[in-house]
């Protein structure tokens, strides 16, 4: 069994690349390394079940290539960034909805008819119920992202509905964990490790969010793809609960040791245009599965403030 | 007031351009004429509020210079044959999805803010309830089509809560009348046209849709346009019923005179991968804006029969 993890040197697909390895898949992984890096996956690079091939989803024929002889994808890469939309607007139409067109594309020209896509809670948009179930509608993202992200899930279920394919989508929470590349708990160390004496928090702190450890989605998405079987599964990943950006720079502060810093607000209910003030995932569907997660948000925090001040380095 | 229509030469944009005029409207028309024609807007051309460019909106440089002066945008273009998703898979892609960017950032370019879709039913994919209201989720389109719709329903959503657009969207039931230039209507009348004695239908013929009235479909976006302000505005826009594509058959054999037609039936519930067997949208919304349609599906049938008998002669 050979699967294809198309950003797998990136935060979340290093440790998908771990899970499926543990699995006893044999794993291609294909990375532009524009977030990702090969730091993240080193420790796998000696392993003759792992293939590293550095190349870039927007061109279909490096895409078709790296299709051969492969079982499954999982189609995690993507701009990480959600907040580059509102700068540069076709960064997510190509990197997000173009790449997945041309991964599909190569699939079903090579007869690959399993995908398993890493979507997003930010496809709701923000007038979306609290906790937001998967039958919530309609989805109105109010990001580029997240509109790249609704996009590919389209796609992919037409590549379905028309070509016989079977697909696995998740959308997922905030995810955060070891080897982190981006995201509120990454720019809050990078700040105080720039100066120790202040940090800026984008937006009044007030903005409140579930967060689910990278392990646990990692090993929930592993949990659902053997367990579940219909021609489209789509579910939310998440945790049981919520936590705020102000926690989150308290929490920050504390574990840097920078107990003197101020924390201050930029103000405004949202970080920038585009951002969601609130989202929590309803997880009942997951957790239907049997898979439940290890941390709620909060430890999540904590334990990814200690690995990213590890590895980051104060 | 100047709007722009695209694919304002088509079959549904020409009924537009008719009730812009209609309405005060200045119009401004961009077709690439791929389906749309010279014909059905022939009528308008001589006006000197309308106008005519022949382009097309995969050229960001092409949309950019059409948006100059415009107010709002009525974006109709889109390639019409949803069965071509099966054959060529780019189509709705390009013609879809990155046309719908290329208006949309040409909007933002040009401070241009109110935009109104043309989206479909086929958003909701085969398993939703009937009738479907607009707050069904998850959209799983099976369509090429239908994916490229949901696609473009969130970029423009995204420009909404990013660069502080408005927008009216609207899924459309089949939507037939005058001037059409495709369906099924249009495909049968061809068919006897070439040969009298027997009319192949694609599928068992129970796919059974719901049908508006064409000029019902424009009437009630201007109706909900002028009335109708939030950010995000989405409405379903069908009738209050449903007509088979058997009785679809018998209407067509009878009025074009072909009553020794066999009508001979492919087999199978779809006429092809991606075709939805049976759609019928809930239009309470629409109507709790203070607009009904004149027509019910099979009266808006057998009108668009004679029609297109008329047009395109036996």
Known sequence: MRALVTGGAGFIGS?????LIESGYAVRIIDNLSSGSLDLIQHQLSNPKVEFIEGDLTSIEVVMKVMEDVECVFHLAANPDIRLGTQITDTDLKQG???????LESMRVNE?????????????????????????????????????KLASEGLITSWVGTFGFQAWIFRFANIIGERGTHGVIFDFIHKLKRDNTRLEVLGNGLQEKSYMEVKDCVKSIMHIFSTID?????YNLGSHDTCSVRRIAEIVVEETGCSNASIEYTGGDRGWAGDIPRAMLSIEKM?????????????AVRHTVRCLIEEIGM
């Open 15 to 19: 440790h998908l690349v771990d899970e």
């Open 97 to 103: 909805t173009i790449a997945t067109y041309n991964i």
């Open 112 to 148: 690959v008819k399993k995908i398993i896509f890493a979507s997003s809670s930010v496809v709701y948009g923000e007038d979306a119920p609290m906790p937001t179930p998967e039958n919530h509608g309609p989805c109105l993202p109010i990001s580029l992202y997240g509109a790249s």
């Open 230 to 234: 219909a021609p489209i599964n789509l």
């Open 287 to 299: 957790l239907s599965t049997g898979y439940d997660v290890n941390y709620n948000s909060e430890t």
